[in-house]
């Protein structure tokens, strides 16, 4: 299994970006997806998930209301649409698997066995 991530690069405060990852297995759909970040210095953390199905998602406070996640089963992508950009929203990006079908996203990175190698979001103020 291996999960790229891109989309990331240098946006101004406000500004808008959008994240994809591309996953490689044929067991994409039934994953439950999320994206986590990390800022220098800072534990990674919880940003967004989404069920296997794209029936339910689920995103941090600082997410919430700026943050979009999406996914399509049909080509093993999931995407996260950033809005309204802060300073404080720099950091790098991960996507993560976790490949046991259930029904409950796992805000602990412990829960997710794949990831990706990361993209950087950088936001100038």
């Known amino acids: 299994v291996q999960l790229q991530a891109s989309g990331g690069g240098l946006v101004q405060a406000g500004g808008s970006l959008g994240l994809s990852c591309a996953a490689s297995?044929?067991?994409?759909?039934?994953?439950?997806m999320a994206w986590f970040r990390q800022a220098p210095g800072m534990g990674r953390e919880f940003v967004a998930g989404i069920l296997w199905n794209g029936g339910r998602v689920l995103y941090s406070d600082s997410a919430k209301g700026r943050f979009t996640i999406s996914r399509d089963n049909s080509k093993n992508t999931v995407s996260l649409s950033m809005k309204s950009l802060k300073p404080e929203d720099a950091a790098v990006y991960y996507c993560?698997?976790?490949?046991?079908?259930?029904?409950?996203?796992?805000?602990?990175?412990?829960?997710?066995?794949?990831w990706g190698q990361g993209t950087q979001v950088t936001v100038s103020s």
């Open positions: 297995g044929r067991d994409f759909s039934n994953w439950n």
């Open positions: 993560a698997a976790h490949d046991t079908v259930g029904l409950k996203i796992y805000q602990s990175r412990d829960e997710y066995d794949f």
